[in-house]
């Protein structure tokens, strides 16, 4: 690696560093924050990044981008750690390890204060005397937790405050025996938590203790002959054994406790982190770090836990990470503890049955990244891939990033509007579709509308570029400023030639191409013949999808004025409704049905409205209606 000259402001500014702990933060020469880090001893790690050493890729990517930086000291390394991740959940900086979901798992809840409990879902686990199990991953899963829970046990689900000062009528699920009815009296408190002390064993995973509390009262019932009753219970043992099966029961104490490992692949990495409560794996999930995939993996590991165990109820008692950094797990340890505000045992363990845990964790991540690879190649093949491809096939110079489709729409020549449609990288930029209604073409004529609107576009987008050029801007930012490098008109060589012609009056010179619906022919301006992919090509498939949404976004757009025009053009044949009554009456009432069915009294309480234009709005209903009934006889 070549010696990096950083100039003698950053030179200055590192020899005056201080021996001590603190951060830094690494920014660009926009002033913008790249990098966040810690330090025990701040001018040693500093100075480290601008060695003539040998650096992973995403540092010597990060280096290259090096400005500036300032520091932050702290009194101790715990302290250091801490505003570390302060720091990076604030500026968010490039080239940290940024989770992209900011997402609460759900858990169960039971409110242990209620005489008679629900289950419930909770997003957080708050300090509230409730008892919460989980996480889980997703609300879906949770739901199927539920179900599962209430196919068993007859738990409420309605959300009156009991006891009620006068007993109510029991619901359906008392009917079926799905609910104890303490609404209505049929149980007493000590009787649902009978119940309720099952529900919790069952959640924490104690399945033999409800297992053995069911196969008695099956036994029980059989003795005295009730045997209905004893297939009921029968069923429910099926149902808890059922969801036994689907659980993964793994050979450990019962202690809750997460486990993380990580697979890379030279580019980027996948962490797999699983769940494992009441001696039972609960779920997983997984997380794609960009940019993670040749840095050491206990440095990835560590920063991970940092920013994904910010949120102190998230942390497990136990926790086992395949690798950290030298000498991290003492002050990663400490730190999770002040977090929780409990204790919490880090370990990455080297032999044993929590090993192999790291293995199957190893083993889940590797799968995840291959998996994501593989969409991500077929997405690619798709997007970028498909307009290179694309590109080859119409004799273009390189790839069209910006590819842009136009389509014309009118009703008998009524109501003519156009849409633009505009794909970047092969994928669509729904921020950059733009609508236009026709100005100066009269009746249906897609010709000349066409040609409107190119003029439009690209005079706007000729004049933007020029005025964000002055100013120093990109044009990628401004609303028309981003011109295209393709254009695809929805038509053959008749529509491509004015087409054409509108941007060459205005000098715009962008490759442009048309596409007939009937053969799927592509037709280019200097060429007679037209050019037949294949149609199963991936770049056939990309224009066929520009087209389709030009098509869609410009019908939406010409349905919505279509609507407006007629609800207008209705109450415009009542007398002494004008305007600001016509707009009233939508927006008090809300609908054309809503105003033909109003009473009289109803259409005086809309603002703006007398006795007489009342009157005359229920004799254009009466007069609607007697016309239509006139029409079905």
């Not at 370990?347 to 889940?364: I, M, Q, S």
């Not at 970028?384 to 590819?403: F, M, S, T, Y």
């Not at 209604?437 to 706007?460: Q, W």
């Not at 050019?531 to 199963?536: F, G, K, Q, S, V």
């Amino acid at each position: 690696m070549a010696k990096i000259d950083w100039g003698e402001k950053l030179e200055l500014k590192i020899r005056m560093l201080p021996e001590s702990p603190g951060c830094y933060l690494m920014k660009d020469k926009d002033g913008t924050i790249i990098y966040v880090g810690k330090a025990v001893n701040l001018k040693n790690r500093v100075r480290s990044y601008f060695r003539d050493t040998e650096h992973t890729p995403k540092v010597v990517a990060m280096i290259s981008h090096i400005d500036d930086f300032d520091i932050l000291l702290c009194d101790s390394n715990l302290e250091a750690l801490c505003l570390e991740c302060n720091l990076i959940k604030l500026h968010k900086p490039y080239y940290n390890i940024l989770l992209k979901d900011d997402k609460h798992y759900p858990y169960l809840r039971v409110n242990l204060k209620e005489p008679f409990p629900r289950l419930t879902l909770a997003r957080r686990m708050e300090k509230d005397g409730a008892k919460y199990f989980g996480p889980y991953i997703g609300a879906t899963a949770v739901r199927q937790v539920i179900d599962a829970v209430r196919g068993v046990f007859p738990l409420r689900t309605c959300r009156k405050e009991l006891p009620l000062k006068t007993p109510c009528r029991p619901c359906v699920n008392y009917e079926i025996g799905k609910c104890l009815a303490p609404c209505a009296g049929k149980c007493t408190e000590e009787q649902y938590w009978d119940m309720m002390d099952g529900v919790l064993a069952f959640l924490g995973g104690d399945y033999k203790q409800v297992l053995d509390v069911l196969n008695r009262e099956m036994m029980d019932y059989a003795a005295k002959m009730q045997y209905e009753r004893a297939a009921v219970i029968r069923d429910k043992i099926r149902d808890v054994q059922g969801l036994m099966e689907r659980q993964i029961a793994i050979q450990t104490d019962r202690s809750e406790q997460d486990i993380l490992a990580i697979a890379q692949d030279g580019l980027d990495a996948m962490i797999q982190l699983v769940y494992v409560r009441g001696g039972r794996m609960v779920g997983g999930d997984h997380f794609s770090l960009p940019r993670e995939g040749s840095e050491p993996a206990g440095d990835v590991l560590a920063e991970f836990l940092t920013q994904y165990y910010q949120e102190g109820n998230l942390i497990p008692r136990n926790i086992l990470v395949q690798e950290l950094p030298d000498g991290a797990q003492p002050q990663l340890e400490q730190w999770l503890r002040q977090q929780k505000g409990a204790a919490v045992t880090l370990v990455t363990p080297r032999r044993g049955e929590k090993h192999d845990l790291v293995l199957l964790a190893a083993k889940n991540a590797h799968d995840a990244l291959e998996k994501r690879n593989a969409r991500a190649s077929i997405r690619e093949e798709r997007t970028v891939g498909a307009a290179a491809a694309l590109g080859k096939a119409l004799g273009l110079p390189k790839a069209p990033r910006r590819i842009e489709g136009y389509d014309i729409s009118n009703t008998q020549g009524v109501l003519s509007v156009a849409s633009m449609v505009v794909f970047i990288d092969g994928e669509p930029a729904k921020k950059e579709y733009r609508r236009f209604r026709i100005k100066t073409v009269e009746g249906a004529n897609d010709f000349a509308s066409l040609n409107e609107v190119l003029g439009r576009r690209f005079t706007h987008g000729l004049q933007e570029k020029a005025e964000r050029e002055e100013q120093g801007l990109s044009p990628i930012g401004g609303k028309f400023s981003d011109l295209p490098d393709l254009v695809l008109i929805d038509g053959g060589p008749q529509q491509l030639r004015f087409a054409r012609q509108a941007l060459l009056d205005m000098g715009a010179d962008v490759a442009m191409f048309g596409l007939a619906k009937k053969q799927e022919e592509i037709f280019l301006p200097d060429r007679e013949d037209p050019i037949c992919l294949d149609h199963h090509t991936p770049e056939l498939h990309l224009i066929q999808r520009v087209r389709d949404e030009a098509h869609r976004f410009c019908i939406t757009h010409h349905r919505g004025l279509r609507g407006k025009a007629s609800i207008h053009s209705q109450l415009e044949d009542i007398p002494g409704i004008g305007p600001k009554r016509r707009k009233a009456l939508l927006t008090k009432l809300g609908s054309m049905k809503a105003i033909r069915e109003a009473t009289e009294e109803e259409l005086l309480k809309v603002p703006g409205m007398n006795q007489a234009a009342a009157k005359a709005v229920r004799k254009w209903a009466e007069g609607r209606r007697k016309r239509i009934n006139t029409r079905k006889e």
